[in-house]
């Protein structure tokens, strides 16, 4: 019996708190940072780049107290300046004496951009990069170097770019990262000049750093690895600048999952980890204030949802039919959706995925499917609204119990004015409602029309009001369809309870403070639904 070949080990090197940082809309707090880290060091990512201490203060503090991390904590910066010994640049000292494992300097790999963006000559960068991968190396630390520009230097001088890598591995650097820092190089020129390179260079040190510009910056970097590279640089849901870097959140179960990769290289990521990927994706957004992208492979939440009738029912007999991967793998859930092109079986799916059991010849599945057709054509969606469907059901199916009743509610916005300038702003709602024959009337201000609205009609609900005290507002989002100034609008919101549970609704009307309302009553609807259940099956059980 042939004996099993080892497995090669692979490297992930995470740069989400450097380059995460310079995405359009990302701020990161000392906080922020240190939750990401604590995330990223629990899945086993191997390397976590903190940031570029010295340059700004909120980056100096973090590295003032390092995280208590498992993986290898590295500082990020240039090679010492033009002009200036690797002794009298502060920026080099400020690496040195962080209390980084890892130093990674950034050093111009393209003759062009040495003479243009440096303004320094050739010979003083190679002499740059030699002289502060020594100077790290002799104060102990691990040190990389990110060939910035490497692949369109290697196209227009592979000499000089050669050069560069080769400055950096004689001097001692554990790694020689080549970057596609534009984004522009193809996944087989990618592959091509790796090949060349880890023929003077050792693979096992050598790693890719490869930006999203043209959407391949996850395939240059697995064509990387298939040249020779040994290690891979991104970041968490693929943030950056510009178009974003390589997405580890993508490349982790594909190492992990397809055998080309699987067979031959292990990573610090095991497989039980990788069933933590999705809530660990999620949790990065939630902590960003971010949507997270419902279509982002593995983790989002259409990665493994079917809509068309067709499909559900091949999905529902075989999941291998439409799925390359089992979503449990990497933490997330089939999902069969219900919209104007579902037939029986994406209707059943869902309703037993909601804890709702139906024979496919029950009538009662037909009449639910002709109901969401129906309000489908009115511009409601409930593919994306599932609190809002069970809702549905359950009035269709006889079984949805009555909590109150909206007798009216008016808003009112309020915009002051000064002659300074100074303005103020804000909300009053009024909500009467009717809760077992007693009318009540609630009001509430709020920073706009549907906080003011959410407030009010959350704010009284007699012997239910209980079982809302948690609930809050977490996402809001307005869709406008069939334009021109009668457009109809259609409003999902997603609210959330101190249990972490999360539901989303929908509602549809001309007037977006309609539509807004309608899904914030389903909403509440929907909480006193599933806890009254909760609440009376556990009643039941402590009788018994």
Not at 78 to 103: C, F, H, K, W, Y
């Amino acid at each position: 019996m042939a004996k099993e070949r080892a497995k090669e080990r692979l490297t992930l090197y995470d740069t989400t708190l450097r380059d995460g940082a310079q995405t359009t809309g990302v701020d990161f707090s000392l906080d922020d940072k240190r939750q990401i880290a604590a995330m990223l060091d629990e899945l086993g990512i191997d390397y976590i780049e903190g940031g570029y201490p010295g340059a700004n203060p909120l980056d100096t503090e973090f590295f003032a107290r390092r995280p208590k991390l498992r993986a290898r904590f590295a500082a990020f910066g240039m090679t010492r300046r033009q002009g200036r010994s690797v002794e009298n640049d502060p920026g080099v000292a400020a690496l040195l004496d962080s209390s980084a494992d890892v130093v990674t300097f950034v050093a111009k790999s393209w003759d062009f951009q040495v003479r243009v963006a440096l303004r320094s000559t050739e010979e003083d960068n190679l002499d740059s990069v030699t002289q502060s991968v020594k100077a790290a190396v002799a104060r102990g630390k691990e040190v990389a170097v990110d060939c910035e520009h490497f692949f369109d230097g290697f196209k227009a001088n592979p000499d000089y770019a050669l050069a560069c890598a080769k400055a950096a591995y004689d001097a001692d650097a554990r790694w020689v990262v080549l970057c596609d820092t534009n984004g522009g190089t193809l996944p087989h020129e990618v592959e091509s000049i790796v090949a060349v390179v880890v023929k003077q260079i050792p693979g096992d040190r050598v790693g890719v750093h490869c930006h999203d510009d043209t959407g391949q910056a996850v395939a240059n970097s697995l064509a990387a690895v298939r040249a020779g590279a040994r290690q891979i640089q991104g970041t968490l849901n693929g943030l950056g600048e510009r178009c974003g870097n390589a997405n580890l959140t993508t490349i982790i179960p594909t190492l992990l999952l397809k055998s080309e990769f699987a067979e031959r290289f292990e990573i610090g990521v095991t497989q039980e980890k990788l069933t933590h990927l999705t809530r660990v994706s999620h949790a990065l957004d939630e902590l960003l204030n971010r949507a997270p992208n419902r279509h982002a492979p593995y983790v989002g939440a259409s990665a493994f949802a079917t809509k068309a009738g067709i499909h559900a029912s091949a999905v529902l007999t075989d999941p291998r039919t439409y799925e390359h991967v089992t979503p449990e793998s990497v933490g997330n859930v089939r999902r069969v959706l219900v919209s104007d092109q579902a037939g029986r079986s994406n209707i059943a799916a869902e309703l037993g995925r909601l804890g709702v059991v139906l024979d496919k010849d029950d009538p009662r599945l037909a009449r639910l499917l002709d109901e969401v057709k129906e309000k489908e054509a009115q511009g409601y969606a409930y593919e994306g609204a599932d609190a809002s469907f069970f809702l549905l059901a359950k009035r269709v199916l006889g079984e949805a119990p009555h909590f109150f009743d909206i007798e009216r509610y008016s808003v009112a916005v309020d915009r002051r004015f000064a002659r300074n300038g100074f303005e103020d702003q804000g909300a009053e709602a009024i909500v009467k409602i009717n809760v077992d024959g007693e009318s009540r009337i609630s009001a509430a201000e709020g920073n706009g029309p549907v906080n003011a609205l959410d407030l009010a009609l959350r704010k009284d609900l007699g012997a239910y009001q209980r079982f809302i005290e948690d609930v809050r507002l977490v996402d809001y989002r307005v869709r406008v369809f069939q334009g021109g100034t009668d457009a109809v609008t259609r409003v999902l919101v997603e609210c959330a309870d101190a249990q972490g549970e999360r539901w989303s609704t929908v509602g549809v009307s001309a007037n977006v403070i309609d539509a807004s309302f309608e899904a914030l009553v389903d909403a509440i609807n929907y909480k006193l639904l599933v806890s009254v259940e909760r609440n009376d099956r556990e009643t039941a059980k402590a009788v018994r």
